[in-house]
Structures are given as structure tokens and as C-alpha cells.
């Protein structure tokens, strides 16, 4: 049963980290722990799958009442800049931040209710305990997750998070307001060209 009041609760927390999020740039590279997913098409995915690639990363769920669709859309957004600069070496990240509900298939079908341009970019990530997101979100991604007793939400960070061909987050970027858009993707082709 969901508690109608954790929700201005979480809006709140939600708004303080993305307010925190915006323009921060690591002093030093945090290293992606190591992991292996599932994705919306059934197929692991692991650290190692995207050494090589530049990727951005958020922190989604699909019965999120807040400040995952505003994300989503955000996140559509830079792909439709990224395509619009000829951007095409990049992979987005999307954890899951509520596996036991968010199956492959409830992944795919939100990430499809939003239209991508592309979604052979996208991998929605899930078959993990919450223990391990939590973890892997405050260690990799210096972002909080934490899920609220009795309520089907979840608190958590609101950055999009720059991930290099190294596997190191390199920058965090507000992803629910003022979203840099044009910053990401320069910030990404500088990434790409410095890999190849």
C-alpha cells in the first residue's frame, strides 16, 4: 500500500541532490565497480562489456512518481543532441533502482514509452538485490539510493553520470533540471576523440 506522504518527502530529497548534481566534475576518477546485469533484452551485461565505450549512467525506476520520467525525457533529449552532432560511439546506462519489480520486460516497455531515437544505445539494467544497487550507486557514483518501508518508491540521486572507455566516472551532470545538454555532448565528443 503505498504512503501518500513519503512522496513531497522524497521530492525534496530528490531536488536537494539534484541541486547538489549539477556541473560536478570528480577531482579524481571514480572507478565503476565491477558488475553483471541483466538488460531489457534478457542479455548480461557487465563493466567489461562497455570497457571501450563512453557511457552515460542514471538511476531509474518504473513506477517512480517524480523525478524519473522528467529524467527520461532529459535523457531522450541529449540522445536526440547526441544524433543531431553525428555522435554515435556512446552507450546510455539506465539501473534499475526497484529490480524486484523492474523485470526486462517493464524495463524495455518504459524505456519505449518515451520514444528514443535509438534504442540499440540503451541498456536498462536489473537481476540484482537492492544491497548491490545501493552499493554500486554510492561507491561508483557518489549518488544515494535508499528504498522507503512501506511505499513502492525509492529515494535516490538525480545525476547523469560521464563514464570513460576506461570504465572511470569522469563527470556528473544534473539530469532533472537545467540539464547541460550542449556541455554533455562536448564533453562527450571530447571523450570519444581522446579514445581514438
Given at each position: 500500500m503505498k504512503k501518500k506522504f513519503f512522496v513531497p518527502l522524497m521530492l525534496i530529497f530528490v531536488l536537494m541532490l539534484s541541486a547538489c548534481d549539477g556541473g560536478f566534475k570528480a577531482d579524481h576518477k571514480y572507478k565503476v565497480e565491477p558488475f553483471e546485469f541483466t538488460n531489457q533484452n534478457h542479455e548480461k551485461v557487465s563493466n567489461e562489456d562497455l570497457k571501450g565505450d563512453v557511457w552515460l549512467a542514471q538511476?531509474?525506476?518504473?513506477?517512480?512518481?517524480?523525478?524519473?520520467?522528467?529524467?527520461?525525457?532529459?535523457?531522450?533529449?541529449?540522445?536526440?543532441?547526441?544524433?543531431?552532432?553525428?555522435?554515435?560511439?556512446?552507450?546510455?546506462?539506465?539501473?534499475?533502482?526497484?529490480?524486484?519489480?523492474?523485470?526486462?520486460?517493464?524495463?524495455?516497455?518504459?524505456?519505449?514509452?518515451?520514444?528514443?531515437?535509438?534504442?540499440?544505445?540503451?541498456?536498462?539494467?536489473?537481476?540484482?538485490?537492492?544491497?548491490?544497487?545501493?552499493?554500486?550507486?554510492?561507491?561508483?557514483?557518489?549518488?544515494?539510493?535508499?528504498?522507503?518501508?512501506?511505499?513502492?518508491?525509492?529515494?535516490?540521486?538525480?545525476?547523469?553520470?560521464?563514464?570513460?572507455?576506461?570504465?572511470?566516472?569522469?563527470?556528473?551532470?544534473?539530469?532533472?533540471?537545467?540539464?547541460?545538454?550542449?556541455?554533455?555532448?562536448?564533453?562527450?565528443?571530447?571523450?570519444?576523440?581522446?579514445?581514438?
Open positions: 538511476f531509474i525506476f518504473t513506477v517512480c512518481t517524480s523525478a524519473c520520467p522528467p529524467m527520461m525525457n532529459n535523457m531522450v533529449e541529449l540522445q536526440e543532441n547526441l544524433q543531431a552532432e553525428g555522435v554515435e560511439d556512446y552507450k546510455i546506462v539506465s539501473f534499475s533502482i526497484d529490480p524486484d519489480v523492474d523485470t526486462p520486460e517493464a524495463l524495455k516497455e518504459y524505456m519505449q514509452a518515451f520514444g528514443p531515437p535509438d534504442e540499440s544505445k540503451w541498456e536498462m539494467l536489473t537481476g540484482y538485490d537492492m544491497k548491490t544497487i545501493e552499493k554500486l550507486a554510492a561507491s561508483s557514483f557518489k549518488t544515494a539510493v535508499k528504498d522507503i518501508p512501506n511505499s513502492d518508491q525509492v529515494l535516490h540521486g538525480t545525476a547523469f553520470g560521464l563514464v570513460n572507455q576506461k570504465g572511470e566516472v569522469v563527470k556528473l551532470y544534473d539530469g532533472y533540471s537545467d540539464v547541460p545538454y550542449d556541455t554533455i555532448v562536448k564533453d562527450m565528443k571530447e571523450l570519444i576523440k581522446e579514445g581514438n
